[in-house]
């Protein structure tokens, strides 16, 4: 039984790599680099901003150009007022044009405003990519520890051998017998536990890289790096931070936009010019006297008059001169200011405190590493030689194999921390973000 769940086992754990692989080609193994690749192409929230990043910025291109021309056309009649010779046709063309580039504001204020939006966008491809390395670290991680569970399996079934062969020698008793069988149960039991939470992991790596949870499409998954054990300056991932992490460049480009705000409301605080050109063609008649034989006769004169004007015309800011939009965007623009110096303290005690997170997690995998791993290791073996020789028994056995298991997933624990703390350093100080080319130099 046993022997068919270890099997089992195997096989749930090597079907995505079969099922996502075609007959006779290898699929190669995905690394964290790789998820993160995928993430940022598949992203369903990353697709839509880029999509109104690219409306944003052609619209913004198209801003800032002058108001539509005004055309005005009329006509007039005398007929209604029993004047039917009074008649008049006229047309005129008006156009706003401002004595501030007002357009030049406008589109400047819409640029500012796209450059918001792409820096948003680079802040939440940082935040996707530490979600995918922790998804696929998880993933990984949980491998990892089911190979751990199938090793202490394989010593709690030559345990139970061990202890059944003494047991039939009279060497051991019956109870201590049965705690063999009850460590190989709990084993059985631990792996079980392990199956599902990287079954979980699994789905929860292949939903991030937009499969809808489908981890029986992931490619095998590339062995667990080594952390970099080198250690950048701390100055130069301060300098970093401050000039390359994407939610400080967003509030720059924010500061900016209330800045190109500022200066609109200052340019529409001055009233435009409109200048009209008009033609009027007027029919009229009046009546005349004229002498014929001494007499006056009465007649009629008819004209035909044709005016072509220009007319000029501004309001005159004596009570608007757009205070209210000029003061709301003083006040935003200070504001984006002292947010952003409020972020870069933010950002630095940051980057400070993750940098001595990372030397702390170094510091505690190389001891377990260097030290107490061996030394649990060896203990374990004299301990087990020990019991087949009948110097302990097997109560002190079950205690010295449970503490080699802690020891080995505190060095697992250990190697997550450490390559979490180096991650988390680097998107911190702003590396591998856009428009950066700054490494830490070491790689994972």
């Not at 099997?7 to 079907?15: D, H, K, Q, R, S």
């Not at 995918?132 to 394989?154: F, G, H, Y």
């Not at 940098?355 to 087990?384: E, M």
């Not at 449970?402 to 505190?410: I, K, M, N, V």
């Given at each position: ?165 003494r047991f039939q020698a009279g060497d051991l008793s019956e109870r201590e017998m049965q705690l063999a069988e009850i460590d190989l149960r709990r084993n059985d039991l631990r792996q079980a536990e392990v199956v599902a939470a990287a079954e979980g992991a699994l789905r929860r790596l292949a939903l991030l890289l937009g499969l809808n949870g489908a981890a029986a499409e992931l490619p095998p998954l590339a062995d667990i790096p080594a952390p970099a054990t080198d250690l950048p300056a701390e100055e130069d991932l301060l300098t970093a931070a401050l000039e390359h992490r ?199």
């Amino acid at each position: 039984m046993r022997k068919l769940l270890s099997a089992v086992v195997v096989v749930l754990w090597a079907l995505p790599s079969f099922a996502a692989t075609p007959s006779g080609v290898a699929s190669p193994p995905l690394d964290m680099a790789g998820a993160v690749a995928i993430a940022l192409e598949k992203n369903g929230d990353i697709a839509a901003l880029r999509e109104e990043l690219a409306g944003s910025r052609s619209a913004a291109e198209l801003s800032g150009t002058l108001p539509n021309p005004v055309l005005e056309l009329e006509g007039a009649s005398g007929t209604m007022t029993k004047s039917p010779d009074e008649k008049s046709i006229g047309i005129a063309l008006s156009q706003e044009i401002p004595l501030l580039p007002v357009g030049k504001r406008r589109k400047e204020l819409a640029r500012a405003e796209v450059a918001v939006m792409l820096a948003r966008l680079h802040d939440h491809e940082r935040g996707v990519t530490e979600q995918v390395q922790r998804a696929w670290l998880d993933a990984a991680l949980a491998a990892r520890r089911m190979e751990l569970a199938r090793e202490q399996q394989a010593v709690a079934a030559d345990l139970l051998g061990m202890a059944q062969a003494r047991f039939q020698a009279g060497d051991l008793s019956e109870r201590e017998m049965q705690l063999a069988e009850i460590d190989l149960r709990r084993n059985d039991l631990r792996q079980a536990e392990v199956v599902a939470a990287a079954e979980g992991a699994l789905r929860r790596l292949a939903l991030l890289l937009g499969l809808n949870g489908a981890a029986a499409e992931l490619p095998p998954l590339a062995d667990i790096p080594a952390p970099a054990t080198d250690l950048p300056a701390e100055e130069d991932l301060l300098t970093a931070a401050l000039e390359h992490r994407p939610d400080l460049i967003a509030q720059r480009r924010e500061g900016e936009r209330e800045e190109a705000a500022l200066a609109l409301a200052k340019a529409e605080a001055v009233p435009p010019v409109t200048v009209a050109l008009s033609y009027r063609n007027e029919r009229s008649s009046q009546n005349t006297y004229e002498l014929d034989g001494g007499l006056l006769v009465p007649g009629t004169e008819q004209a035909n008059d044709r005016i072509l004007g220009v007319k000029l015309s501004m309001p005159l800011p004596l009570f608007s001169r757009n205070q209210a939009e000029s003061a709301r965007a003083g006040a935003r623009a200070s504001a984006a200011r002292k947010r952003l110096e409020g972020g870069r303290h933010t950002v630095a005690a940051e980057v400070r405190d993750l940098l001595a997170q990372y030397r702390l997690a170094l510091t505690a995998l190389a001891l377990h590493r260097t030290a107490l791993g061996p030394v649990a290791r060896d203990n374990f073996k004299i301990q087990q030689e020990a019991f087949a020789l009948g110097e302990i028994g097997m109560q002190q056995l079950l205690y010295d194999t449970q503490r080699f298991g802690e020891q080995q997933e505190a060095e697992l624990t250990a190697l997550q921390a450490a390559i979490e703390a180096r991650s988390r350093l680097e998107s911190a100080a702003g590396l591998g973000s856009k428009g950066n080319t700054a490494s830490t130099g070491g790689g994972q």
